[in-house]
């Protein structure tokens, strides 16, 4: 189809309201997307019209709430282009499928000087689950820098690699910089598992897991259009095979007796509890909405937009960008001399452009660039060039007031 942004602005509420008397310029895209009227909708009439708790209900609503929530299973596999649908489990988002890697296969599997080998682009949560086992049982951590421009060669995360690393776990594109990494020639290089962690890449280009030949992959849902605390993990049926469950409740057993307990067979071994039901279903619909525009398309359209803006910073001398990597995403973490992030964020939103300041959860990349805050501004495929002439007369404004 072809790609027309007028047309899925209008699938967007939120976009037609102002913020402080501006009309909404909403580049926050990297925390949270905003969410299309089918997701509202569909969140709406499972609430009104089909609720009930999920499996073993064997009424009409339990039915087909249940088949509402499964079939979520096989839309993901499908937007990623999994080999296995059942290799698909289900989490609250990327944090908790990294902390199921972690605790489900990880810590069992360890010992202490075993190593894990990340980047400095990581995001907190791909930081902090091999932080505890650093912790805990003394796991080394294997620190990869990336290039000044923000690029991470593959080489140079092949090279931190040892008789005793385990794991390499890093982003398929850093929420600070936009840096997109060449996960597949990472797995290509080597027989260590590869986690990814795709929360920024799977929103914005086609994800083709059959290629990338990794073993863990996480998506978040808040991020994909759809709702908070929904997400998902991909993990081979090889490693899941090596996992121990990483929650105990319903759900994830097959029997218990006061003796025993025998687990369900993946992906329920991994899904303890009452899982966020309504929550699953608004990401199905969610990803159905960008299979239907196409991954390949907003790919292409936010590369132009990508390019547009970059060129229109670029022009700003007495702003800095951390990171301008030849391959990376429409996201630019920006400082300005005698002006804090949060001043540039507070000016900003002022004339109704929503950007981020702080340190994103990743500070150890603010560290490498010397700085402690930046002002991010993260684009989706209902932003517009002239949204981004609004986010740089902004800043020209803010220089103003600063001198």
Excluded at 13 to 20: A, D, G, M, Y
Excluded at 101 to 130: C, F, K, M, T
Excluded at 265 to 292: C, H, K, S, W
Excluded at 344 to 357: C, E, M, Q, Y
Aim: glycine share 8%.
């Amino acid at each position: 189809m072809t790609f027309d942004v007028a047309k899925i602005r209008e699938d967007f509420p939120i976009l037609s309201r102002q913020v402080n008397k501006k009309p909404l310029v909403y580049l926050d895209n990297g925390a949270s997307a905003q969410k299309p009227r089918q997701v509202i909708e569909a969140i709406t009439r499972a609430y009104e019209g089909e609720y009930a708790n999920v499996h073993r209900g064997l009424h009409f609503l339990s039915n087909l709430a249940t088949d509402n929530y499964e079939r979520v299973r096989a839309i993901i596999a499908r937007f990623l282009n999994a080999p296995h649908e059942d290799e698909v489990i289900f989490t609250s988002g990327s944090t908790e499928g990294i902390n199921l890697v972690s605790y489900g296969w990880a810590a069992p599997r360890l010992q202490a000087g075993d190593e894990i080998v990340l980047s400095v682009l990581e995001h907190h949560a791909n930081i902090v689950p091999w932080a505890f086992l650093r912790e805990r049982q003394g796991v080394v951590l294997k620190w990869v820098e990336p290039e000044a421009d923000g690029s991470l060669p593959p080489e140079k995360v092949l090279a931190a690699i040892s008789p005793k690393t385990k794991l390499i776990a890093v982003t398929h594109m850093s929420n600070v910089t936009g840096t997109i990494v060449d996960v597949a020639a990472i797995a290509r290089g080597t027989d260590v598992p590869v986690l990814v962690d795709g929360s920024q890449s799977s929103v914005h280009m086609p994800i083709d897991l059959k290629a990338l030949g990794v073993d863990f992959f996480c998506i978040t849902g808040h991020k994909l259009y759809g709702p908070s605390g929904s997400g998902a993990i991909w993990i081979s049926r090889e490693r899941q095979a090596e996992m121990r469950p990483f929650m105990g409740g319903g759900d994830m057993i097959r029997t218990v007796t006061r003796d025993e307990v025998t687990y369900a067979d993946p992906p329920l071994r991994f899904e303890a509890g009452t899982p966020g039901i309504v929550n699953q279903i608004g990401l199905g619909v969610a990803l159905e909405y960008l299979m239907d525009i196409g991954m390949e398309n907003i790919a292409a359209y936010e590369r132009g937009l990508r390019d547009y803006a970059r060129d229109r910073l670029r022009s700003l001398n007495w702003l800095q960008v951390q990171g301008d990597a030849p391959d990376k995403g429409a996201i630019f973490s920006m400082t300005m001399e005698g002006a804090h992030a949060h001043d540039i964020s507070t000016i900003l939103d002022k004339r109704g452009i929503a950007v981020r300041a702080g340190t994103h959860c990743a500070m150890p990349l603010l560290d490498f660039y010397g700085i402690n805050a930046s002002a991010r501004a993260s684009f989706a495929m209902y932003n517009t060039a002239e949204e981004v002439d609004a986010l740089v007369e902004g800043l020209i404004f803010c220089r103003e007031l600063f001198g």
